[in-house]
């Protein structure tokens, strides 16, 4: 698919994930839309990468791949640019939802976009982190049609003033969404029924 | 052997994993993010199953011979096996670990012993099958032929 992005940096997306399957999943699922990804299997290296970690003890060593070099603990300027944050959910430690929450408290990234991933479909889960400001949920596995869902959110985060010809793509979700519309909206979630996908 | 002789024995020994329920639909997402830039991506991952599920089930076995067996802890490594095996398409491994975690919430040690029995089995005949698979593939690449892809819905 040809860019209609004047600018040609590819967007940046932080997939977080403590199951390295999924991580491997996630990243190919990524490359494929031609995203730069970096992947990390915790919360605590997801908020040390954006430097959102208060204490400076990090011996921890991260396996991040094809990105640039992560901030410096403690700096408060940040060199890192991301995108959009894919996280998982259940994870030990911080978890997906206290990783959401803490991006959305902070003044530099709480316009990031966030994704939020599960193994399960629990209608309340899904509730709590839509309404605390996550884009999308995906149930897992995740597939090519969820990756799809990505772009809109990034070329919203791309500055449309510079760019005039890009089209405002909101048709399909329902970017501006009134508190009670936000549970279960079923264009967010994919339901399986008998191994049958309904793409809602 | 000639080429299409191994399409032929590699599309049949597919479709029988599926209709068998060994393998299900993400299997085949998997196959699909397969191409020239990425030639061993299944290979990749499912040997990443395979080493993962395997600690997971020693963990498993482990954590159920103790004196007072931490039913959280089990839990939560039954999670994360059913987890990857749907992520891979191992329908029956999946599903072996969802009755699993249903007797974990029962607190009952007996029927857990049980169920990671017949996980166990679960994981050693998908590795079975998984590995021989993928030796077909093998001898299709190295007689000259592509991998074909079985179309489902046919």
Same mark, same amino acid.
């Given at each position: 698919?040809?860019?209609? @992005?004047?600018?040609?940096?590819?967007?940046?997306?932080?997939?977080?994930?403590?199951? %390295?399957?999924?991580?491997?999943?996630?990243?190919?699922?990524?490359?494929?839309?031609?995203?730069?990804?970096?992947?990390?299997?915790?919360?605590?290296?997801?908020?040390?990468?954006?430097?959102?970690?208060?204490?400076?003890?990090?011996?921890?060593?991260?396996?991040?791949?094809?990105?640039?070099?992560?901030?410096?603990?403690?700096? %408060?300027?940040?060199?890192?640019?991301?995108?959009?944050?894919?996280?998982?959910?259940?994870?030990?430690?911080?978890?997906?939802?206290?990783?959401?929450?803490? %991006?959305?408290?902070?003044?530099?990234?709480?316009?990031?976009?966030?994704?939020?991933?599960?193994?399960?479909?629990?209608?309340?889960?899904?509730?709590?982190?839509?309404?605390?400001?996550?884009?999308?949920?995906?149930?897992?596995?995740?597939?090519?049609?969820?990756?799809?869902?990505?772009?809109?959110?990034?070329?919203?985060?791309?500055?449309?003033?510079?760019?005039?010809? @890009? %089209?405002?793509?909101?048709?399909?979700?329902?970017?501006?969404?009134?508190?009670?519309?936000?549970?279960?909206?079923?264009?967010?979630?994919?339901?399986?029924?008998?191994?049958?996908?309904?793409?809602? | 052997?000639?080429?299409?002789?191994?399409?032929? !024995?590699?599309?049949?020994?597919?479709?029988?994993?599926?209709?068998? *329920?060994?393998?299900?639909?993400?299997? !085949?997402?998997?196959?699909?993010?397969?191409?020239?830039?990425?030639?061993?991506?299944? $290979?990749?991952?499912?040997?990443?199953?395979?080493?993962?599920?395997?600690?997971?089930?020693?963990?498993? +076995?482990?954590?159920?011979?103790?004196?007072?067996?931490?039913?959280?802890?089990?839990?939560?490594? $039954?999670?994360?096996?059913? *987890?990857? !095996?749907? !992520?891979?398409?191992?329908?029956?491994?999946?599903?072996?670990?969802? +009755? #699993?975690?249903? #007797?974990?919430?029962?607190?009952?040690?007996?029927?857990?012993?049980?169920?990671?029995?017949?996980?166990?089995?679960?994981?050693?005949?998908?590795? +079975?099958?998984?590995?021989?698979? #993928?030796?077909?593939?093998?001898?299709?690449?190295?007689?000259? *032929?592509?991998?074909?892809?079985?179309?489902?819905?046919?």
């Amino acid at each position: 698919m040809s860019s209609v @992005i004047a600018n040609e940096t590819r967007f940046h997306v932080l997939a977080v994930d403590d199951s %390295i399957i999924d991580r491997k999943l996630i990243e190919r699922l990524l490359k494929t839309s031609s995203y730069q990804v970096t992947t990390v299997d915790s919360g605590a290296k997801a908020l040390e990468f954006l430097g959102l970690l208060e204490d400076e003890n990090s011996g921890i060593n991260m396996n991040t791949n094809s990105s640039p070099p992560p901030a410096t603990t403690g700096n %408060i300027h940040h060199e890192v640019e991301v995108n959009l944050i894919i996280t998982d959910y259940c994870m030990p430690g911080i978890t997906g939802y206290d990783l959401l929450r803490k %991006i959305k408290e902070s003044r530099l990234f709480r316009d990031i976009p966030v994704v939020m991933m599960s193994s399960e479909n629990v209608p309340t889960r899904i509730n709590s982190c839509l309404q605390q400001g996550a884009q999308e949920f995906f149930i897992k596995p995740v597939q090519q049609s969820d990756v799809n869902k990505l772009r809109p959110h990034l070329l919203k985060g791309r500055s449309t003033e510079a760019q005039p010809n @890009i %089209i405002n793509n909101s048709s399909n979700l329902n970017a501006k969404r009134k508190p009670e519309e936000e549970s279960l909206s079923p264009s967010r979630i994919r339901t399986k029924l008998n191994d049958l996908e309904l793409v809602q | 052997m000639e080429v299409e002789q191994l399409q032929r !024995s590699f599309l049949e020994y597919i479709a029988a994993l599926f209709r068998e *329920g060994f393998l299900d639909g993400q299997f !085949s997402q998997l196959q699909l993010l397969q191409d020239e830039s990425n030639p061993d991506f299944v $290979v990749e991952v499912v040997s990443l199953f395979f080493e993962d599920s395997e600690r997971l089930l020693n963990d498993l +076995t482990k954590a159920l011979d103790q004196q007072n067996v931490d039913f959280k802890r089990i839990d939560a490594h $039954v999670h994360q096996l059913k *987890g990857s !095996s749907s !992520s891979i398409g191992a329908h029956r491994v999946k599903n072996a670990c969802i +009755t #699993f975690r249903n #007797f974990c919430d029962e607190r009952n040690v007996e029927a857990c012993l049980r169920c990671l029995q017949e996980v166990k089995q679960e994981y050693l005949l998908a590795k +079975t099958k998984l590995e021989a698979l #993928f030796r077909l593939e093998q001898q299709i690449v190295a007689a000259g *032929g592509a991998i074909p892809i079985l179309d489902e819905f046919s």
